[in-house]
């Protein structure tokens, strides 16, 4: 966890960075820890909230005053309950971008042999031609993340919720990159929050590569982390004085990870290219967030951010398998776990910052023996699920809040 330390009053603002399905995942723990920890925080009533791919999609949902209880207990298939989280929403094949590609390999080679056959003598030939124009045919995009836009749109068309920016009861902001221009572009904003906040989601978490770009109004948009890792500076720029950041994309230091067993051998080119390529990304993402702290401290002088995410030798989140159920519970304890440990260690450091804005630390949640979940959310950890229902979740969250006001 960093901080800032500077010295302005004024309301709270939520900056999620992205991460993929377990980073959502961890997200939703972090979210959850300071659920508990902090007094004063309403997390489904934040003034401004700024999401980024994984963070647009758990932003989105707290804005629609889905709690943070019930997408702890959505990790587990368990709520929202007519729509149950799945990490498999982020990975379906993108058939249709296969064929569509596929379908223009005929006349592409015809492009070649065309060419070729007009300049004889030009460099490469035939072969080179052709190389050059089936590249065209390459998919633009491994996977479809079309499933995630459906899901929001029935996650957010439950009576009390919206799929529409101008509708939110506070300003939620997606972040996204124009493909062709490169530049940001700020669904939710003024001129762009007319775009349903499922397809602005889904364009925030089109990341290149893994997924096609997502046409809006005949522009091509892309992840959003292309330009920047948070972007804090939007909440920041509509008044928040406090900025809560969690970034759950770190690089790994893989000693430890060796020390432990998670890994046999020190080097991840062992794991092939997902390794090389993680580490890679995590990489450009840590160092480009340090840049933009750094600019932050300068340019808002009198606000303060707070950043939640892994530590370097928190090797949990690099070696999960969200896919496994096992391992999601065991991201989300995670997160929960080591947000709570950190605000503990740190509460004489963090403790004046937040009660600069009106918050305070929960001694008593931070002086507990052990930090569970499950038991926040009104579930046991090794005991089977409760049935979801509305009446359900709605006693568990009652009997929670008597027991915090009962403590």
């Known amino acids: 966890m960093q901080l800032t330390d500077h010295h302005r009053t004024g309301y709270v603002g939520l900056a999620l960075a992205g991460g993929g399905p377990e980073g959502a995942i961890y997200e939703i723990g972090v979210l959850r820890a ?21 963070g647009a999609f758990v932003g989105a949902s707290l804005g629609n005053g889905i709690t943070t209880a019930q997408l702890v207990r959505s990790v587990v298939g368990e709520e929202p309950t007519e729509h149950p989280f799945r990490p498999e929403l982020f990975l379906s094949p993108a058939f249709r971008e296969y064929a569509r590609r ?9 492009d070649a042999l065309r060419e070729a ?17 089936l590249g065209r045919a390459l998919p633009v995009g ?36 124009d493909l062709d221009s490169s530049e940001t572009v700020v669904f939710g904003s003024e001129g762009a929050d007319h775009v349903p906040i499922s397809l602005a989601v889904q364009a925030s978490t089109a990341l290149p590569g893994l997924y096609p770009p997502v046409e809006i109004e005949g522009r091509h948009y892309v992840d959003g982390v292309l330009n920047k890792t948070v972007h ?25 990870a060796v020390a432990d067993g998670a890994m046999r051998r020190g080097r991840l080119t062992d794991r092939g290219m997902p390794g090389v390529m993680s580490q890679t990304f995590r990489t450009l993402i840590r160092s480009r967030m340090d840049t933009g702290m750094a600019a932050y401290r300068d340019r808002y002088v ?52 937040l009660e600069r804005h009106g918050l305070r630390l929960r001694e008593h949640v931070l002086a507990r023996k052990r930090f569970d979940v499950w038991e926040s959310v009104g579930l046991g950890g090794d005991e089977p699920l409760m049935p979801s229902t509305v009446a359900t979740r709605d006693l568990r969250d009652a009997l929670a809040d008597l027991d915090e006001w009962l403590g």
């Open 34 to 54: 300071l659920d508990d920890a902090l007094d004063g925080l309403d997390l489904n009533d934040v003034r401004v909230t700024v999401g980024v791919s994984a």
């Open 102 to 110: 596929g379908l223009r390999v005929p006349l592409l080679a015809w």
């Open 117 to 133: 056959l007009d300049d004889p003598k030009g460099t490469g030939g035939f072969l080179s031609s052709l190389v050059a124009h």
């Open 142 to 177: 491994v996977f479809d993340n079309t499933p995630l836009r459906e899901y929001l749109e029935a996650l957010f068309s439950v009576q009390g919720r919206t799929n529409d920016f101008r509708r939110l009861r506070n300003p939620l902001y997606v972040v996204a990159t």
């Open 232 to 256: 804090a500076s939007v909440a920041f720029g509509h008044g928040a004085g406090l900025v809560l950041c969690v970034n759950p994309i770190v690089p790994v230091d893989t000693a430890r």
């Open 302 to 353: 009198d606000a303060d951010l707070l950043l939640f995410e892994p530590r370097r030798d928190d090797y949990r989140m690099f070696f999960t398998n969200v896919f496994s159920f096992a391992s999601r519970k065991e991201v989300v304890e995670h997160a929960y776990r080591s947000t709570l440990e950190q605000l503990r260690d740190r509460a004489d450091e963090v403790g004046p910052v």
